[in-house]
């Protein structure tokens, strides 16, 4: 896809750059908590703290957005900020204080998203076209970055130790922040609220619930929930699933994952074109259920194709899912709540992450097959919601 405006190229560089950093810090820290003696638990517990943490601060950073005259201002502090905890995961030996050190850092990593999709969606106004295509490329600059961290990941530890690796995700972290000085950002005129305490001021949706009623937009917002609850649940153990059921060795299905990221590009890169011929809605609704599809596909997989097909499935209705998702907010969004909006959506998704791996791991303790279809069927029936109520 053709960048035709340049002065949307630092933030989408912000995004990549940044995305390396924040992929990798995923990945590597489950590897630090097993280097200092943690247990399985306390693996899992970075991810529960994770989604826990957004649930919570994504909405407000959104808010907080939103009465910015300038957003890019708070997306410098929120880059920077977390970036100096990253050495401090090297140095940390205590599994209790990793899994608050990654609260803090996911308490300032929650504002990035919201801010950088409403600051795209404002080059517009509500015009489907050119929201999904700001869209588009978001994503797709974040698609891009959950890959090279993938492959950057890889090299780091086969050259350096888990701990000096984190010295380098600090500096790409740092450099992220970058470009955003070089971001052109008209300045947006703040509708000043007055008598609001506190609680409403960081979560406006609170006292003004209009956007989340209107035109079945909490449908949107509780298939979105179910269906990352569905997604993360299942792809919690699927590592253990290839190894022990499918005979991959570790490495290689460690390295089969970035088939996901590849797909999400290219699904992403046609989706401004399916948007444009079937809507923004019934991308979402496609999305939802090639993403139920996917799922079933891993249940009946025995052999590496099944898993690669079902990985390439997965990342191809991600594309459709997310852009199709983010255009229908942006376009039913006033542009002063619009982060406030985001952020609420990747709280639903995050809620999804905390719930999903308890849900499917009472499950998986029966069959992993059992486990696939129950999670695809789930997600797949929640594209109902969308059908129904969104208008």
């Known amino acids: 896809m053709k960048v035709e405006n ?15 950093s924040f992929f990798a810090l995923l990945n590597i820290l489950q590897l630090r908590m097993r280097e ?28 907080i957005s939103d009465n910015q005259c300038k957003r890019k201002y708070l997306l410098i502090p929120l880059i920077i900020i977390p970036s100096f905890f990253y050495p401090f995961f090297s140095i940390v030996s205590i599994p209790i ?14 504002g990035f998203q919201p801010i950088t999709l409403a600051m795209a969606s404002e080059r517009n106004d509500k015009n489907i076209n050119t929201i999904s295509k700001e869209m588009s490329l978001v994503n797709i600059s ?48 703040i509708r000043k609220k007055k008598n609001r305490n506190f609680i409403k001021n960081l979560f406006p949706i609170i006292e003004n619930p209009k956007p989340f009623k209107e035109n079945g937009m909490w449908a949107i917002y509780f298939s979105a929930f179910i269906r990352q609850m569905g997604i993360t649940g299942s792809l919690a153990s699927l590592t253990i699933f290839m190894n022990e059921n499918i005979g991959m060795s570790t490495s290689l299905a460690v390295g089969i994952t970035a088939i996901n990221p590849i797909a999400q590009v290219v699904s992403q890169m046609f ?20 993403s139920g599809l996917s799922l079933f596909i891993f249940a009946f997989a025995s052999n590496y194709f099944l898993i690669i097909i079902a990985y390439s499935v997965l990342g191809l209705a991600y594309g459709v899912y997310i852009n199709g998702t983010v255009t229908y907010i942006s376009r039913n969004t006033d542009k002063n709540r619009r982060a406030e909006m985001m952020g609420l ?39 109902l919601l969308v059908i129904i109520y969104s208008k």
């Open 36 to 63: 200092i003696g943690g247990s399985l638990f306390m693996v899992n517990m970075l991810s529960t703290v994770n989604g826990l943490t957004q649930t919570i601060a994504t909405p407000i950073w959104g808010a």
């Open 97 to 110: 204080l990793l899994i608050i050190l990654r609260g803090a850092t996911s308490f300032f990593q929650s």
């Open 345 to 383: 959506l990747r709280s639903f998704r995050s809620l999804g992450v905390i719930i999903g791996p308890i849900f499917t791991g009472i499950i998986i303790q029966y069959s992993y097959s059992l486990m696939f279809i129950l999670s695809g069927s789930l997600i797949t029936l929640s594209s």
């Open 6 to 20: 340049k002065d949307r190229i630092p933030l989408l560089l912000t995004i990549l750059i940044r995305g390396i």
């Open 142 to 189: 974040s698609s891009i970055g959950m890959l090279l961290s993938k492959l950057l990941l890889s090299v780091l530890l086969i050259i350096l130790s888990i701990k000096y690796s984190f010295i380098c995700l600090f500096a790409i972290s740092v450099l992220s922040v970058v470009p955003v000085f070089f971001i052109k950002e008209s300045e947006r005129k």
């Open 271 to 290: 989706s401004v074109i399916l948007i444009k011929k079937i809507g923004d809605k019934n991308c979402n609704i496609w999305g939802i259920i090639q």
